[in-house]
């Protein structure tokens, strides 16, 4: 009987053990708001090597690009590839800074993001699951793609957009560059990018489209409407 005893009791420990410990917790789904903040926890406050070549794999590569981003915006990954190349130096400068990482979904609306986060916005198909990520309470000033195992960013995007506006309409660049935050200004400076991403130079006049939406925006945009 004792025997007996004694292994009931030992079964029955490692029982309770097992009970009180459970089962690992499962890994945050690919692609969660969790996996990237998960990820950037290993990143944030790093060491430069270790920053650096983190924020260099996530640029967008070219086949990616052309099966994420709407049609519009495709032409520009040449001049997206160095605008992020003159960015990472900030870039990853922010990511020394430790503090708690967490992620969200990107959605147009959301009075959190960066004015380019919001503008960016507009380079994504409806509902596209982009994410955007905080280090101790500020943001990343980036937007983030899952690409399988992998994580891209769009960085250095809104400025090429806004140097495009401000080859065609210096004027038309600046209110451009207070859309953003939700209001009547952001939807203007919605149809702006998209406008002058259509607009051949040789082609533009008084009353082409560009100038159109362009006068809007003086309006929405230059006397401080939301």
């Known amino acids: ?31 969660s708001p969790e996996a990237l903040a998960s990820y950037l926890a290993t990143v944030v406050g790093a060491d430069a090597a270790t920053r650096q070549r983190a924020a260099e794999s996530w640029l967008v590569p070219p086949a990616r690009w052309d099966a994420t981003l709407v049609a519009v915006y495709r032409p520009l990954y040449a001049e997206y590839r160095r605008a992020f190349a003159a960015a990472l130096p900030a870039l990853v400068d922010r990511l020394a800074r430790p503090g708690e990482v967490a992620a969200r979904r990107h959605f147009a609306g959301d009075l959190r ?23 101790g309470g500020a943001p990343i000033d980036a937007v983030f793609l899952a690409d399988g195992a992998t994580w891209r960013a769009l960085v250095g995007l809104d400025a090429v957009v806004l140097a495009r506006v401000a080859a065609l309409d210096p004027g038309c660049a600046r209110n451009l560059a207070l859309a953003g935050p939700p209001g009547h200004c952001t939807d203007v400076g919605a149809a702006i990018a998209d406008t002058a991403l259509r607009t051949d130079p040789a082609l533009r006049n008084d009353g082409d489209p560009l100038a159109h939406v362009c006068r809007l925006a003086e309006t929405l945009c230059g006397k401080g409407s939301p």
């Not at 004694?6 to 692609?31: I, S």
């Open 1 to 31: 009987m004792r025997p007996t005893t004694a292994v009931t009791a030992v079964a029955l420990a490692g029982q309770l053990a097992f009970a009180a410990c459970g089962p690992p917790p499962a890994p945050p789904r690919a692609g």
């Open 113 to 135: 993001l960066t004015p380019a986060e919001a503008r960016d916005r507009w380079a994504l198909p409806t509902l596209f699951p982009s994410l955007v990520a905080e280090a």
